[in-house]
């Protein structure tokens, strides 16, 4: 195998026709990719959130014992 034929190879294997179920793969992979991000964030400031919360009602409790 000469290197022009196998740099045409790798050209014509990374390029393949997408088929239906390969384009479907893609369009989920991007759905992901774009949603993951905020649902992580959303987690987190939702967990940010909950624990000043608690950090809040414990602050109050040792108050109100007082």
Not at 2 to 25: E, I, K, R, V, Y
Not at 32 to 60: D, G, Q, W, Y
């Amino acid at each position: 195998m000469t290197q022009s034929t196998s740099s045409h190879f790798h050209l014509a294997h990374l390029s393949p026709p997408l088929s239906q179920s390969q384009l479907g793969a893609q369009e989920n992979n991007t759905f992901t990719f774009i949603l993951l991000p905020p649902l992580v964030a959303m987690r987190i400031l939702f967990a940010e959130i909950f624990f000043s919360v608690a950090e809040l009602e414990k602050r109050a409790m040792i108050y109100t014992l007082f």
